[in-house]
Nanobody, 119 residues
Framework: QVQLVESGGGLVQPGGSLRLSCAAS??????????MGWYRQAPGKERELVAT?????????DYAGSVKGRFTISRDNGKNTVYLQMNNLKPEDTAVYYC?????????WGKGTLVTVSS
């Protein structure tokens, strides 16, 4: 099984920063074999892709256009953790943020962490 636990959400003012963490534990795969990503779902909207990072050690990344230049995804394979650094947050970034792992055709999800951007 693969378990993903997000943390780091909270209330922040517009223009502020937060760093989300996703701790992965697995008895099946090596963390290195999993491509990781962050998704978000705002109230009344569908879940959308925020950022992805490839498996292995190459760490190629991709971002949604709405967060490019403001968010940074990274991974520490030694700590089995993926991060999402979010800067210059906007009210429209308010959502539940979910960690995702992909390996061998399977998708795994965390339970999410709430980010609220409001003054």
């Amino acid at each position: 099984q693969v378990q993903l636990v997000e943390s780091g959400g909270g209330l922040v003012q517009p223009g502020g920063s937060l760093r989300l963490s996703c701790a992965a534990s697995t008895s099946i795969f090596s963390i290195l074999s999993m491509a990781m990503g962050w998704y978000r779902q705002a109230p009344g909207k569908e879940r959308e892709l925020v950022a992805t990072i490839t498996s292995g050690t190459g760490h190629s990344t991709d971002y949604a256009g709405s967060v490019k230049g403001r968010f940074t995804i990274s991974r520490d394979n030694g700590k089995n953790t993926v991060y999402l650094q979010m800067n210059n947050l906007k009210p429209e970034d308010t959502a539940v943020y979910y960690c995702n792992a992909k390996a061998y055709g399977m998708d795994y999800w965390g339970k999410g962490t709430l980010v609220t951007v409001s003054s």
